[in-house]
């Protein structure tokens, strides 16, 4: 590269993909102590990521990008500490999801559905989906900088993770840990599949309180008033519960009552669960469409009756209704209520509905046999290993959280009736209906012998083979060169919304079948929300697409924003203006980059005399060791943002708008001067894109080998300690350096110059005074005139100072006349009117003014001499009158400002 080829501007465009290529190309991604690699040494503790892999829906969303984002920042901070850093990539295949999209798809393009186009192709139809989406994911994730080692992607369906789904499964249940059996489940009739409980989101809904009567099956003409949400679920009522206490009905305890329209009898019970204040006290069980109901039942051991069925129309348990949708039957049931009298009253009510979180209808707990996992005792074992310390949660606050989500947790439903996942590993014997578990598909039933077998229709939870993910990913069940070294991994970065989808069952299933904790760090960042904190959503057009975003202000913007914006497990409000304020921050960089590359172009290629440094360099560098003990303690503390943001203050406000600025003027000097400031330039902004590189990795790169190709062909002098690395994603991470006592004094003496030119520029602006005009200034500096007096030069140029008229006196026994003065940290500066004021154009301005309120003053003392003051409520003359009394004073204060 020719000394002048560095461009004016940064041009990302061009930029980033040549980039990416070349960290491929040369293997930068991939670990630096390798398994099966030459040199390798088992005894270096690596740093290991499994990135949460991205379901194969569609395209990637903010949310990617900030978990992409802060995952790629925690490996490139690792690598450049010198430890080998493995991040694994790879996709979800997202059972229900993927599913449902390829049905959507199906149906818009061919109008036809899942069932019509049959199991087998309808798999192959997702395969194609899978490898369209996959590829797009991919690309994506590459184009947010990450540096995954691609070598070794993932995919939850691919055949290694496919043996390591059934091993997992065939050793729970061996252990008696999973099992099949009727339970109360939650049911989609959309996506017809059970769902578990985090699947399933709730949402306040304006309903309705129905009230009506259960009459005594005694002909007695007695009845309890009940009430109910659901008056479809009547029809699968087996009990009328009432609390033990209410002596309102504990006479009809032990009666019989009669299910209105169905006549069924069924007995009134005493239980404890019972609210009395709630509607009228008595409540109806329904055992089968309710899990209070199912628990009160399982008491009681009350009959189960289903009268929904897969797509939630009545049974034939429901009589008259059967077939009919679950919300044409309440209409219909409440209807011949009414006609047979048994109606009390309807009442407005707010419900809680629960809904499908994929396919947003009203889910229904169902009684249905299902494949769980028992997870109290897996769930003794994860308690304990964030009780003990062996995993922590960033922040601590989501320890509380995950304490009590496991200390009341309910099985595991892991079977879904769906085609798209890990099938379960279960054949059934058509001869003696035995049940076959194995981790190879069988031929023959293993207790008769038969060959009449077919497997199991349903596949697992898309949550079973995730669980896996950091051990699998590696190669689990097998003793894989790569499970030996890598696993457990390090770090588990995500959302604190799937802190219990995901984080805790890999904990689970890490101890139980690996005997060890998957990772040692649980980070949490917060959920992406707009720039008003709302939630981002299709339906308020909110939604921030992150590609439109990258290709115009770039991805290094894009992430910047992300990564400072953002504190452990707290949301973060994104808006466009956000990211295009920092894609300044990377043509700040890079123009700060130009000009320190042209400082050692046009300095001295070596010094005459030993180090000669200003105040301005011994500040700057003794700031910039305070800040690499603040960042390195931030990193340490995972506060990546505020290391971040810190970083954005210096480089920004202190080195581009201070330390550049005097080193113009440095640099001008020419010989000994030039060579250091220049020196002193190319170390800065060589530490600074280093610890900028793992937040903005584009644009350091870039510009951190322009700064390598221009110190070396210009002075050994300005080679680092160490030497150039081949390229920044590899350079060693700047770490802390000793401060010495002597640079504090530095410190508070450049701090006191930048006050008082602060000072001067803020008056400056005031008055509106020409940004070049050099204007007079006399500061008393007391104890301090030393200091002022050896920075004078600097003073004057950064706050425009006439050097033929500004003086720095150690005191003064006469303070000037007509004089702006204004005193900062000890110092004090005066500033002659006739400097920063134009005196004809000033009483120009100042005649006008007296002009419009002298016309003031006449139009309201000829008011106030009128009629108006008479006529006029008080308090209104009044208020006219204050008005007059405060244009006077105006006007007397313009006048002697004209004067002066």
Known sequence: MSKN???????????????????????????????????????????????????????LHLGHAMYVSMEDLMIRYQRMKGVPTLWVPGTDHAGIATQLQVEKDLMRTEEVTREELGREKFVERVWTWKKKYHAIISSQIRRLGASCDWDRERFTLDEGLSVAVREAFVRFYEKGLIYRGP????????????????????????????????????????????????????????????????????????????????????????????????????????????????????????????????????????????????????????????????????????????????????????????????????????????????????????????????????DWCISRQLWWGHRIPVWYCDDCNEMTVARQDPTACTKCGSRNIHQDPDVLDTWFSSGLWPFSTLGWPDETPDYQYFYPTSVLETGYDILFFWVARMIVDGLELTGKVPFHTVYLHGIIRDEFGDKMSKSKDNVIDPLPLMDELGTDALRFTLLVGSTPGNDINVDVKRVAANRNFANKIWNAGRFVINAINNAPDKPEKAALWSLADSWIWARYKQLLGEVNHLFETWQFGEAGRQIYEFFWSELADWYI??????????????????QTLSRLLDGCLRLLHPFTPFVTEELWGHLKTAAVAHSDHLTPKGGWPEALIIAPWPEPLPFETWEEGKIAHFTLIMEVVKTIRNLRAEKKVQPGKPITAILVAGLNTSVLLDQAVII????????????????????????????????????????IVDSDSERVRLTRELQTIDSQIKRLETLLGGDFAKKAPPQVVEKERQKLVEYRATSEQLRNQIKS
């Open 661 to 678: 600025e005097i080193a113009k003027q440095q640099l001008a000097e020419g010989g000994d001067r030039a060579f250091y400031t220049a």
């Open 183 to 410: 339970r109360l489940i939650n049911w989609s009739p959309g996506l017809k599949t059970a769902v578990s409980d985090l699947e399933v989101e709730y949402s306040e809904e304006p309903g309705k309180l129905y009230y009506f009567k259960y009459m005594l099956a005694d002909g007695s003409g007695e009845f309890i008033p009940v009430a109910t949400t659901r008056p479809e679920t009547i029809l699968g009522d087996t009990a009328v519960a009432v609390h033990p206490e209410d002596t309102r009905y504990l006479k009809y305890v032990g009666k019989q009552v009669k299910v209105p329209i169905l006549g069924r009898e069924i007995p009134v019970i005493a239980d404890d669960y019972v609210d009395r204040e709630f509607g009228t006290g008595a409540l109806k069980i329904t055992p089968g469409h309710d899990p209070n109901d199912y628990q009160i039942g399982q008491r009681h051991k009350l009959q189960v009756i289903s009268v929904l069925d897969a797509i939630a129309h009545i049974t034939p348990a429901g009589g008259p209704y059967e077939g009919m949708d679950r919300f044409d039957c309440r209409k219909k049931i409440w209807e011949d209520m009414k006609k047979a009298g048994l109606v009390i009253k309807e009442q407005a009510y707010t419900l809680n509905v629960p809904r499908s979180q994929r396919g947003g209808e009203v889910i229904e707990p169902m009684v249905s046999t299902q494949w769980f996992v028992r997870m109290s005792e897996l769930a003794e074992d994860a308690l304990k290993a964030v009780q003990d310390g062996r995993i922590r949660i960033i922040p601590e606050r989501f320890t509380k959280v995950y304490y009590n989500w496991l200390e009341n947790i309910q």
């Open 796 to 835: 004057q140029n950064l706050a425009h100072l006439d050097p033929k008229t500004f003086q720095v006196v150690e005191k003064m026994t006469e303070k000037p006349e007509n004089a702006v003065s204004m005193v900062t940290s000890g110092i004090e500066i005066y500033l002659p009117l006739g400097d």
């Open 5 to 59: 080829e560095l461009p004016k501007a940064y041009d990302f465009k061009n930029t980033e993909k040549r980039l990416y290529d070349w960290w491929v190309e040369r293997g930068y991604f991939k670990p630096s102590n390798d398994p099966g690699q030459p040199g390798f040494d088992p005894s270096i503790k690596p740093f290991v990521i499994s990135i949460p892999p991205a379901n194969v829906t569609g395209e």
